[in-house]
């Protein structure tokens, strides 16, 4: 490609991009509490584009601090976008929710995720505007976690010690530091970093595509850890027995029967006993105590 041809595509390229003249933040605080004190207590978080940092702390209140972000081609866009970006909340007993909504992304409380698109709303037209929501909230640090954002932005999980931790983050990174709990993590395409104030005692999953994970136990592990990846390794300081691969036995509907050897490595840590489970594609595991 010559030069001048690169020129005039860089050109078209940026002249075709939306130009956001207009700005505005808004600081958004609540203070939210469950039914009772509980360690069934349940906070949900959900987001789409923006962080999320969440503390443990010794109180009973749930503390909710947020900044919203617009950016606006114009006056009128700015203000749409303001009108449309809503940070919502709900109390139901022992379970708090707290979650972004739009016209485009109608959360269902009682079912815990964002409602399907109908008909109409698969005529999905861009907005004139650009949103961020970053969320930071003090909880008390026995409450299990359901916690969930996409873009522009990593999640952080500090001092909670719970029975259930269920973290995901599409384009960003999930950081846990002092935590314990049964642990379900998902980063699609970001590192899974986490340190265990205990480890878990129940069955863990971790799981990530193009990212590493590195765990930092808190103390010699007794587990059977399942690890598959296409280019990852696992690696661990501590001693592992490798498990031989299961088979497993089916019959079709010919009545023969097929034989399948399980492509995930399994190694024993100590004893063995609670079960961890590594999925990955892309990336590297260190297990470390």
């Known amino acids: 490609m010559n030069l001048s041809r690169l020129v005039v595509l860089l050109l078209s390229t940026a002249l075709s991009l939306p130009v956001f003249a207009q700005e505005s933040k808004e600081e958004i605080k609540k203070e939210l509490r469950f039914g009772s004190s509980s360690s069934d ?14 503390e443990g702390y010794s109180g009973s209140s749930i503390q909710v601090s947020a900044t919203k972000t617009i950016k606006g081609e114009n006056g009128d ?4 976008g303001k009108e449309d970006v809503q940070l919502r909340f709900a109390e139901k007993g022992n379970k708090v929710f707290v979650y972004l909504e739009t016209p485009m992304n109608q959360y269902d409380v009682e079912k815990g995720k964002y409602k399907d698109w ?13 949103y961020l929501l970053d969320i930071t909230i003090r909880v008390p640090r026995s409450s299990s976690l359901k916690v969930n954002t996409m873009n522009d932005g990593d999640i952080l999980i500090k001092d909670v010690q719970a029975k259930d931790l269920h973290v995901g983050n599409l384009n960003g990174a999930i950081n846990m530091e002092n935590v314990a709990g049964k642990t379900y993590v998902n980063a699609l395409n970001k590192d899974i970093n986490i340190s265990y104030a205990s480890n878990p005692t129940e069955e863990s999953v971790f799981k990530s595509l193009n990212g590493d994970i590195n765990i ?13 990846s296409l280019n990852g390794d696992f690696y661990t300081n501590m001693e592992a027995t490798v498990v031989p691969q299961k088979m497993s036995q089916t019959r079709d509907s010919s009545g023969k029967t097929k ?3 399980s492509k995930n490595e399994s190694f024993r840590l100590g004893s063995g006993g609670v079960k961890y489970r590594f999925d990955l594609l892309n990336g590297d595991v260190m297990l470390k105590k």
């Open 41 to 54: 207590n349940h906070l949900t978080v959900q987001n789409i584009n923006g962080s999320i940092s969440i």
């Open 77 to 80: 866009a700015l203000n749409k």
């Open 118 to 130: 109908d008909d109409k709303n698969r005529k999905y037209k861009r907005p004139d505007y650009q």
């Open 216 to 228: 930092q136990l808190a103390s010699s592990l007794n587990a059977d850890v399942s690890f598959k």
């Open 259 to 261: 034989y399948k050897i």
